[in-house]
Nanobody, 128 residues
C-alpha cells in the first residue's frame, strides 16, 4: 500500500516561490510515474508535472520554465519547486503515483484516472 503526504502549501504574492514536497510510504511500482496534479475552484483537474524512475520529466505548458519536479535517490520524496507564481497557479496540489500502464509521460499527464495513489492535497494561493 502506497501512501502519499504533501507539505508546503501556502499563500504567497504573485512572483513569489514555493516548494511542495511529497513523502512516499510503501513501495512504488517499479515502472512508476509520480508527480503533481492541481485543481482550482470550478476548474478541471490539471496535470502539472510527472517524473519516472529514470528521472525523465514532463510539464504542463502553463508551468514549463517556472516549475521543477525532482525526486531523491531513495524515491521516497518528491518535490515541486514553483517559481514566478501567478494567481492562475492558485489551486489544490495533489501528489500522485501509478505504474506507467505503458503510457508515455505526456499521455499520463492527461489521464488523472490512471493514478491510483493520491495524497490529500495541499493548498497554494497566489495573490496579485
Amino acid at each position: 500500500q502506497v501512501r502519499l503526504e504533501e507539505r508546503g502549501g501556502d499563500s504567497v504574492q504573485s512572483g513569489g516561490s514555493l516548494e511542495l514536497s511529497c513523502t512516499v510510504s510503501g513501495t512504488l511500482p517499479y515502472d512508476y510515474y509520480m508527480g503533481w496534479f492541481r485543481q482550482a475552484p470550478e476548474k478541471q483537474l490539471e496535470g502539472v508535472a510527472l517524473i519516472d524512475r529514470d528521472g525523465n520529466t514532463i510539464y504542463a505548458e502553463a508551468v514549463k520554465g517556472r516549475f521543477t519536479i525532482s525526486q531523491n535517490n531513495a524515491k521516497d520524496t518528491l518535490w515541486l519547486q514553483m517559481n514566478n507564481l501567478s494567481p492562475e497557479d492558485t489551486a489544490t496540489y495533489s501528489c500522485v503515483a501509478t505504474r506507467n500502464w505503458r503510457l508515455t509521460l505526456a499521455q499520463a499527464l492527461r489521464e488523472p484516472h490512471r493514478f491510483g495513489y493520491w495524497g490529500q492535497g495541499t493548498q497554494v494561493t497566489v495573490s496579485s
